[in-house]
């Protein structure tokens, strides 16, 4: 990741601050975001640990108890054909090691999206599935957009094709996109995230219910230019805006892969 | 069928060892890369359920020398969170399937039997092949199997089921 980054905020920068010191500030700050990164990876892989054992203590209690069911009643059971039904006295127990099942359940999905999140800082460009890397960031943008009052709707393209590109930077420019929109919505406005495949480019496509002129300033980069627009670019995408009949469309296109061979 | 159990989380891996064991499924159960390689060597599983994360030995180390030593073992991914490499690598060294924890039970179970089920095609076939006298074909199907491409295309569905 170091060098792909260390990139992004680079070359005119000379006029505020030399060169080589936004270089060096930047190296260590990938750096910084390395051990970050691997730091959270790892606490993210020791929770998933923790969750799965619970899960397997939860489920052999419940076989147990399925077990206790069939020896009591198996015979009832069979005469009646009533499958792994409970019995009365056991049913609450069963009820409720399903209820940690289940939030085990959404506790791992969202543990291992920060786990992707954490392992993507880490990638060099890769091959990637960028659903996936939108999945990981859309958490953080919809409890944001929750707190704010916002209707933030995701819609992903089933069967979207692999993306080529560097997976920080790709989820870094979407992030930035849709935290400027955001920042000029009001409680009660829309935004819709949408992302599939549109002319042989992998393309993101935010649509918020008001127009362009409302929506504030792009967040900048050192040479101020618009943070997302110098991302994508960098990744070889574009980006571009369009408002009308009181919405307004943002667009992030970026490359597909070239075929291996 | 014989299967081994290869996990560093010891709490975890009785309490599955116990489940799989409730569900027809014996297992034995060793904490470490090493003694998954020595074990191996001592008496052969038809399946292994290995994590990936482990101190001493990675898993993706212990799948790439069993992928030399032993191809003709299935083995099944279960780690804790693996990156998208990680996964290649496992479908590179022809893993038979690749599961992330928690996941569920009966599903890990029917994975077992599938990859046990693969195991006794693949040695069926290379023996029939050696039976007739082409040596290097029955040794090709041994070290060619790829798994993934087969009986993970059977599981895709299964999975589209369950969601």
């Given at each position: 990741m170091g060098e792909t980054q260390a990139g992004h905020g680079t070359g005119?920068?000379?006029?505020?601050?030399?060169?080589?010191?936004?270089?060096?500030?930047?190296?260590?700050?990938?750096a910084e975001l390395q051990v970050l990164s691997r730091t959270l990876a790892n606490v993210a892989h020791d929770i998933q640990n923790h969750l799965a054992a619970i899960n397997e203590s939860a489920g052999w209690m419940g076989d147990l108890l399925t077990l206790k069911n069939k020896q009591r009643f198996g015979w009832i059971s069979r005469l009646f054909r009533l499958g792994k039904r409970h019995s009365d006295d056991i049913r609450p127990f069963s009820v409720?090691?399903?209820?940690?099942?289940?939030?085990?359940?959404?506790?791992?999905i969202l543990n291992k999206r920060i786990g992707g999140f954490a392992h993507r800082l880490e990638e060099a460009p890769s091959l990637f599935s960028g659903n996936k890397a939108l999945e990981e960031i859309g958490d953080v943008l919809l409890r944001e957009a929750a707190e704010k009052g916002i209707?933030?709707?995701?819609?992903?393209?089933?069967?979207?094709?692999?993306?080529?590109?560097?997976?920080?930077?790709?989820?870094?420019?979407?992030?930035?996109?849709?935290?400027?929109?955001m920042d000029g919505l009001e409680r009660g406005d829309r935004l819709m995230l949408e992302a599939g495949e549109e002319e042989g480019r992998y393309q993101?496509?935010?649509?918020?219910?008001r127009p362009a002129e409302s929506?504030?300033?792009?967040?900048?980069?050192?040479d101020g230019q618009d943070f997302s627009q110098t991302i994508v670019e960098e990744l070889g995408g574009q980006i571009w805006k369009q408002s009308g009949d009181g919405n307004h469309i943002t667009t992030l296109a970026f490359p597909l892969a070239v075929a291996r061979t | 069928m014989k299967v081994l159990l290869v996990d560093d989380e010891i709490d975890f891996v009785t309490t599955l060892s116990n489940r799989l064991g409730m569900r027809g499924i014996k297992t034995d159960v060793v904490h470490d890369g090493?003694?998954?390689?020595?074990?191996?060597?001592?008496?052969?599983?038809?399946?292994i359920v290995l994590d990936l994360k482990m101190p001493?030995?990675?898993?993706?180390?212990?799948?790439?020398?069993?992928?030399?030593?032993?191809?003709?073992i299935q083995v099944v991914i279960l780690t804790g969170h693996g990156t998208d490499r990680d996964e290649d690598e496992a479908q590179r060294l022809k893993a038979f399937d690749y599961l992330e924890k928690p996941t569920d039970i009966d599903k890990l179970a029917d994975r077992i039997r599938g990859a046990y089920k693969f195991r006794l095609e693949q040695t069926m076939a290379a023996a029939a092949f050696a039976e007739a006298g082409e040596f290097d074909t029955a040794r090709e199907m041994?070290?060619?199997?790829?798994p993934l491409k087969t009986t993970g295309e059977l599981f895709e569905d299964e999975d589209k089921n369950e969601t």
């Open positions: 005119q920068a000379s006029t505020v601050q030399g060169a080589g010191d936004v270089e060096a500030s930047l190296g260590l700050r990938d409720a090691l399903d209820a940690i099942q289940k939030e085990i359940g959404q506790g791992s209707h933030l709707e995701m819609k992903l393209a089933n069967g979207a094709p692999m993306i080529e590109t560097d997976p920080p930077g790709f989820q870094l420019a979407v992030f930035c996109g849709v935290e400027q929109i993101v496509q935010l649509t918020s219910s929506l504030g300033l792009p967040l900048r980069d050192p | 090493q003694d998954a390689l020595d074990y191996v060597k001592e008496q052969e599983p038809d399946v001493g030995m990675y898993g993706m180390e212990v799948l790439r020398q069993l992928s030399k030593t032993n191809p003709g041994a070290k060619d199997a790829e």
